[in-house]
């Protein structure tokens, strides 16, 4: 399979990264044996790098897939930490799960954050330290915001970025795609690697999936791109199209049908409002003390599933 560099952090990956969130518990909550069967499938089918995340709670399913695998697998892993100390047991945590010595990425998770690098220095700090003690090898940041990128172009910190785009726009915070876009090639310009996320817009856009996989691989400035996957087709079907711009009609025409959905046990909510905060979109109102999705706005990203105290949200 082609592989690109991303940036200049001498990486070498698959532009199919595999996006763990689905598996885990805020989606669709496959067991550490199912959802690692399916990463080992990813990666014995050459993807080389799998995203995750403090929060997406998908370590157990990663180490599952990576036992007695002796292959190539790079991993990014995110922190939401506020403080020094909370970021440093968000990666010491992640080794220990993983039964790794180092990551390759941790990126500041800043999806609501306009300036991760200014509004999380004190995790930026930390992150850089634990870099230098070799508990990880390059800094990151993930954000919804155009103004994270354009800030991090002159962060030189900063080795890998992770923009949501997509080429409806949809879950950008300030502005359009193609704003997006600028920044993104920016950033790359500047040295950053840069993988997408949120390409299909959180499954908001599976019916043009093959299109909407093309737009952002085509943008000047990506090396690559994370994908949840949860099943074998998908991860077959996505690795031929991101590395051999190859697509089979009949297989793509089965997984554009498919559809998720937002799921909220309505009866059972306490109307804290923890999740309306949590969303990035705006996607949730509280009506009459009851959380209540506007699906138009929703990118089914499943953040809110993780704020509710009580476990009421789902994506499916
Ligand atoms: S409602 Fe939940 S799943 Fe939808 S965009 Fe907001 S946080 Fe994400
Ligand atoms: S966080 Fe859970 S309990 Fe609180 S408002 Fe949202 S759905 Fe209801």
Known sequence: MNKVTLGSTGMHVN????????????????????????IRHALESG????????LYGTYPHIREALSGFTGEVRIASKTHATTASEARSHVEKALKELAI??????HIHGARL?????????VLEELLMMKQEGKLRHVGISSHYIAAFRAATSRPEIDVVHPLINR???????????????????CS???????????LAGGNLISEARASIRYVLGLP??????????????IDANLKLCSLDEADEEIWGLLEKRRRKFKIMEKFCKGCGACVDACTAQALVLENGIATVKEEECILCGYCAA??????IRVV
Do not use: H, W
């Open 189 to 199: 310009k500047n040295g950053k690697g840069v993988y997408a996320m949120k390409a």
């Open 168 to 186: 409806t726009g949809m879950g950008i915070m300030d502005g359009s795609a193609e704003e997006m876009a600028e920044a993104i090639a920016c």
């Open 47 to 54: 993807i080389t790098m799998l995203d995750t995340a403090e």
């Open 221 to 234: 400035g990506v090396d690559a791109l994370a994908l949840g996957m949860l099943s074998r087709e998908e």
């Open 114 to 122: 306009a300036d991760p690098c200014s509004d999380r220095a004190e």
């Open 15 to 38: 532009r199919l990264i595999f996006g763990t969130l689905p598996l885990g518990p805020l989606q669709a909550n496959l067991s550490a044996a199912e959802g690692g069967a399916l």
């Open 307 to 312: 704020a509710c105290p009580e476990f009421l």
């Open 101 to 106: 010595d180092r990551l390759d990425i941790v």
